[in-house]
C-alpha cells in the first residue's frame, strides 16, 4: 500500500472531516450494527436480502471512516494569516471568469461538496498562488484555457 499523502486543509476544513468522522463512528455505525442484528434475527442469512444490504453498508461505512482518519492523520494545517489579501490558497472562495465571459465560484478544498475544486485539479493548481486580477493559464485534459481572477476571499 502507498504511503497517504499530505493533504492541505484550513481549520474549519479539519473540523468538518472531524465531525463527519465522529458521526460515522457514532450514531451511523450504531445503526449498522442493529440492522445487522435485526436482519440476523429473520433466520437464513443466504437468502436474506436485508442482512445482505446491511453487511454492504457497514463495509461502505468502515471504509469512509478508514479514509477519514487517514486524511485527518496526515493533513497539514494551513495558516490562512500566511496568504497576502487577495491571494488564492487552500480555503479560498474564487471568483474567475473564462476567455468566453462566463463566471464561476469555486472553493479550494480537499474535503469537496459543492463548488469545492481540489488544489490538485488542474484549475485549482493554476490558481493556487495567483491574485486578484490575475490571469491564469488551466492545462485541462480537455484542453488548455485561461481564467481571469476577479475576487478572492476566505471560506
Known amino acids: 500500500m502507498s ?8 481549520a ?5 472531516l ?3 468522522l465522529a458521526e460515522l463512528e457514532g450514531p451511523r455505525r450504531k445503526a449498522v450494527v442493529h440492522a445487522i442484528k435485526t ?5 437464513d442469512l443466504s437468502e436474506n436480502a436485508e442482512y445482505h444490504a446491511a453487511k454492504n453498508e457497514q463495509g461502505f ?11 485527518l492523520d496526515h493533513h497539514v494545517l494551513v495558516d490562512e494569516s500566511e496568504l497576502a489579501d487577495g491571494q488564492v490558497g487552500v480555503g479560498s472562495v474564487v471568483e474567475i471568469e473564462d476567455e468566453t465571459g462566463q463566471k464561476l465560484e469555486v472553493e479550494i478544498s480537499s474535503v469537496g461538496g459543492a463548488g469545492a475544486v481540489s488544489p490538485d ?7 493556487v498562488g495567483a491574485g486578484t486580477g490575475d ?14 481572477v476577479l475576487s478572492v476571499r476566505r471560506a
Open 3 to 10: 504511503e497517504p499523502k499530505n493533504e492541505h486543509l484550513t
Open 12 to 16: 474549519a476544513q479539519r473540523d468538518a
Open 18 to 20: 472531524a465531525t463527519e
Open 39 to 43: 436482519a440476523r434475527e429473520h433466520g
Open 61 to 71: 461505512l468502515e471504509a469512509r471512516i478508514r479514509k477519514l482518519r487517514s486524511r
Open 121 to 127: 485539479s488542474p484549475l485549482g493548481r493554476a490558481l
Open 135 to 148: 490571469e491564469v493559464q488551466v492545462e485541462a485534459p480537455r484542453g488548455a484555457w485561461t481564467a481571469r
